[in-house]
């Protein structure tokens, strides 16, 4: 038996890419009638980048996207400060202003080429697990029988509550307005602005229509709370004049809204990540407020850690028990998200008069300084997050050490030229010479263009394993893949 992956969003399609990429059985299924065509999140940082890469899912997004990696705020309508997201690790690795939609059709595609198409209208129901696997229903009314259970069917998710899994939290800010508009704007469109006010945030960010002028912006704002639900039109109307309000810029024309979106930003996040044969990923497992354009990114890292695990365990190579491990890696990762997201939310929105102050004379200056840039740009791309502390980590050692991100170099595979991440495709990786046995076809056996330790790296492109005596490497692989616990 396989894997039911329960929605087709950006974390159920790179888990079912993943764990197809292994060789193990998926299907998928999804509420909706078909795939969304709404931009929804619009930014994909480094480490996203670097993994739909891994999935051979990054197709041409980078040709489809905007490169607009700066972020200029104003004051009292003025620019006091520009953050420069900028390039991580040279510009394979700059974050991507592109629209889910269009990563999920990218998704999508990978995904039929490994032979899985989503089914759509057709939502998990009800679901009943036993020692030996799960037994769901669909809304189509048809049973399914299958080894695992993943749930990455969004923050209402259906999956968590059949599961019996706490979902607590509490929300950020009274309401959110989104609009993705076409507007007469001639302000230049190689980077994001925001506008810092007394009543609140203004934020516009330009995008790139397929096929379309360039003249589409996400416009967005916040506001009180309403008691009741806003029209599309009534939220148009409302983006209109709060622009001029709180940017002080009257000559802006929106004509039209490609989509609206009015919500409550909410911190909440999983109990657990797991209960039996049943798991999460994505907004299952936790939602928090999308500044700093986190929330798409670590619902795919979700995916790309758990899929490597389940798949050792779907085919017998490794113990159920090294799935906890996933939970142990990426939950405390969740809570850092969360952390960041709900800070940014109260500074940015400034909702006393202390809170204004710090923000305005305080905090915004020091956006200025470099160093504060490039710890800015390293916290969004993802690229230094680390499992060390986790139950297959090590805090000694040179680095890498064990649970850190190795970096993409250079190796040889059979004589000829590669680099590690492209061979890192559904397969561990020894670079020396060494022998995995234990991983069968998992693993590929490549060569450093230098010396030094042995080194055994993850499917997701985290460190394993380092040393220089091959018979350590096997009895630390034993060890995780019984107990999923090695130190």
Not at 214 to 225: E, S
Not at 242 to 253: F, K, P, W
Request: with cysteine; hydrophobic share 40%; proline share 4%.
């Amino acid at each position: 038996m396989g894997v039911l992956v329960a929605g087709a969003g950006p974390a159920g399609l790179a888990l079912a890419c993943g764990l197809r990429q292994h060789g193990t059985a998926v299907r998928v299924v999804d509420r909706a009638a078909g795939p969304a065509t709404t931009s929804r999140a619009n930014i994909l940082h480094a480490r996203g980048v670097e993994v739909l890469n891994r999935l051979g899912a990054l197709g041409d997004l980078r040709e489809r996207s905007v490169a607009a990696m700066r972020l200029t705020m104003h004051l009292d309508g003025s620019p006091v400060a520009t953050i420069r997201f900028g390039e991580v690790e040279g510009a394979q690795l700059s974050a991507l202003l592109v629209s889910q939609a269009e990563i999920e059709a990218e998704l999508r595609r990978r995904l039929a080429e490994l032979g899985v198409e989503v089914e759509w209208d057709s939502a998990v129901v009800d679901a009943v697990q036993d020692a030996d696997g799960v037994t769901a229903t669909l809304s189509t009314g048809e049973t399914v029988r299958t080894g695992w259970l993943a749930g990455c069917d969004g923050a209402h998710s259906r999956v968590r509550e059949l599961a019996g899994i706490g979902f607590p939290g509490v929300p950020l800010a009274d309401q959110w307005l989104l609009a993705d508009v076409h507007a007469d704007w001639d302000r230049d469109r190689s980077g994001s602005a925001g506008w810092l006010h007394r009543d609140g945030l203004f934020v516009a960010m330009p995008m790139r229509e397929p096929g379309g002028r360039d003249d589409l912006w996400r416009l967005m704002c916040d506001v009180p709370l309403s008691g009741n639900r806003l029209g599309d039109g009534e939220i148009v109307d409302r983006m209109r004049r709060l622009l001029v309000e709180r940017t002080g810029q009257a000559g802006v024309r929106i004509r039209d809204a490609k989509w609206v979106s009015s919500f409550r930003i909410h911190r909440r996040l999983a109990e657990t990540y797991r209960n039996g044969r049943v798991l999460l990923a994505g907004d299952a497992a936790h939602i928090h407020s999308p500044f700093g354009g986190q929330g798409m990114n670590t619902g795919i890292g979700d995916a790309e850690n758990l899929a490597w695990k389940l798949a050792l365990v779907v085919d017998g190579t490794a113990s159920p028990a090294l799935l906890d491990t996933y939970e142990a890696e990426r939950r405390p990762l969740a809570e850092e998200v969360l952390r960041g997201t709900t800070f940014n939310t109260k500074v940015l929105l400034g909702g006393g008069a202390v809170t204004r102050f710090a923000r305005d004379r305080v905090l915004t200056p020091l956006l200025k300084l470099p160093a504060v840039q490039r710890a800015g740009t390293n916290i969004a791309s993802q690229l230094l997050v680390s499992y060390r502390r986790g139950p297959l980590g090590s805090g000694r050692g040179p680095r890498p050490r064990p649970g850190d991100r190795v970096r993409d170099f250079e190796c040889l595979r059979d004589g000829a030229r590669t680099r590690l991440h492209t061979e890192l495709r559904g397969h561990w990786a020894v670079v020396g010479h060494a022998s995995a046995e234990l991983l069968g076809e998992h693993v590929v056996a490549l060569e450093p263009t230098g010396s030094g330790d042995v080194l055994l790296v993850r499917p997701d492109g985290h460190l394993a394993w380092r040393g220089r005596n091959p018979a350590d490497l096997e009895r630390w692989l034993r060890s995780a893949l019984t107990a999923g616990i090695t130190r």
